[in-house]
């Protein structure tokens, strides 16, 4: 082989490097806005996340809002029937006074 052919070999050898090269510098390139991209998607998930946690942490304060008011409506409402059912008593009494009074007058 000759120093020209050598020369040859190497000069070809030197531009394929420079293309790869050029090749990974251009795959760094978008492997960089790639990875901007993921970061950018991760800030906007992170905010997401939070907005999140803030409408759970609402609806957590509002059934908890919601559950005493069931509680206390229940109260209520078993009051109410207790005091129905004197109401009844009662009634039926003052129906019992009512049917004695009148089988005294007949």
């Given at each position: ?31 960089e ?58 009634n ?10 009148k089988?005294?007058?007949?």
């Open positions: 082989m000759t120093n020209e052919e050598f020369q040859k070999i190497i000069l070809e050898e030197i531009r394929a490097l420079r293309g790869e090269v050029v090749e990974l510098k251009q795959g760094q390139t978008r492997l806005q790639r990875q901007t991209k993921l970061e950018e998607g991760q800030k906007h998930l992170e905010i997401g996340q939070e907005e999140i946690k803030k409408d759970l942490k609402a609806v957590i304060e509002q059934t908890v809002g919601l559950t005493e008011f069931r509680q206390e409506a229940n109260e209520k409402l078993d009051i109410l029937i207790e005091e129905n059912d004197i109401i009844k008593e009662i039926g009494r003052h129906e019992v006074d009512i049917r004695r009074l089988r005294r007058i007949i």
